[in-house]
């Protein structure tokens, strides 16, 4: 991933008349939280660095395999901004393969699919030296246009379910029209079935005042457990709430596109997102 926030990439596309090579602005993310310490790397390659098959990826010295039952991801990155290595090895194992796509703008030239929401991950590094099983996630996003074009921001979330499903809520306020709210949910077999969203509730803005909301039923307002990730355009959050009568910990994320379009959060990436090219 990369170009959806490579400033770069926003740099290219203004130079080319709006266009530019996507696979000329590429990057592993690696986000590591807890006790073994954080961990950060989103360095971008441009293409004489990066190569692909129907099988293999390379970005770099990292390298992304699909032996046709689990995604086997190599790490050989660089903390930024402060120099650590960042070397390891995660192996996510699909239990079904999901080909639900769903347009996220009123439009549709914005879509979302889950490959994979039903996963189980292998996490072993040797720098920070640190290992762990547990579920795991995949999707993807696809769009025709700069997502700067479709929408305002969004909330995503995503909670693992007491019997192995996964459900998901996106919650989309497109530039034009009403908003969206997409909620799904995934069986471990790839099947899935829309469920009725619950109220959306505004949470705490993050330390960069990016604002928060979340779906939670009646008497069970989202919580707050903690902020992994706080940036200027993006916050990333654990929280506490209740799906389908059921108590959940998600994962959730809130995007503020108008900030990641704005000069002073282009000119501030490159510090988060250095370039190899």
Known sequence: MG???SPYYAWARRQGGGVADPENFCAL????YG????RWTMTERGRQHASRSAQQFNIGPSILHWDGQALTIDIDEINVPWPMRVRGRVTVRPEGLCR????LDNAGRHRWGPIAPCSRIEVDMSSPGLSWRGHAYMDSNEGEEPVENGFK???WARAEMANGDTNVVYDVRPLTGPGRVVAQRFSPDGSHVAFDAPPRHALPSSGWR???HMSGEA???PEIISTLEDTPFYVRSLLRTQWQSEPVTAVHESLDIPRLV???VRFMLPWRMPRRA
């Open 210 to 212: 990016i604002a928060r």
């Open 3 to 5: 170009s959806v926030f």
């Open 29 to 32: 993310n690696v986000a590591l």
């Open 153 to 155: 921001d969004w909330d």
């Open 219 to 221: 008497g069970h307002p």
């Open 35 to 38: 006790k073994g310490g954080k």
């Open 262 to 264: 704005s000069w002073p």
């Open 100 to 103: 639900f796509v769903t347009p």
